[in-house]
């Protein structure tokens, strides 16, 4: 049984900095490429970064980019999201997830944690 949990999320202030873990079980995680998505209340899912199996290649959205790091480390199962420079609307409900391909549509994801919240104040 595939499971990702994700950890690292909590309150914050405009222009502070928080990492969120995510360790994976049931899978083998280095043929995996992993991803951090954001869901905001009354918003759709969105794409944040993509890592590539080996940590090589990463994908960041636009939104994020310059502010944000993806990294894993496959000897502890863990992808990590390095948030600097928090933002207001950074504040949602972060997900981890698992997939064979190094996409931003989150179709191309089969497994998927719980989320942790982030939430920045002004």
């Known amino acids: 049984q595939v499971q990702l949990q994700e950890s690292g999320g909590g309150l914050a202030q405009a222009g502070d900095s928080l990492r969120l873990s995510c360790v994976a079980s049931g899978l083998t995680f280095s043929s995996y490429v992993m991803a951090w998505f954001r869901q905001a209340p009354g918003k759709e899912r969105e794409f944040v970064a993509a890592?590539?199996?080996?940590?090589?290649?990463?994908i960041h959205a636009k939104s994020v980019q310059g502010r944000f790091s993806i990294s894993r480390d496959n000897a502890k199962n863990l992808v990590y999201l390095q948030m600097n420079s928090l933002k207001p609307e950074d504040t949602a409900n972060y997900y981890c997830?698992?997939?064979?391909?190094?996409?931003?549509?989150?179709?191309?994801?089969?497994?998927w944690g719980q989320g942790t919240q982030v939430t920045v104040s002004s």
């Open positions: 997830a698992a997939g064979l391909r190094l996409y931003s549509s989150s179709h191309a994801y089969d497994y």
């Open positions: 890592v590539n199996w080996n940590g090589g290649n990463t």
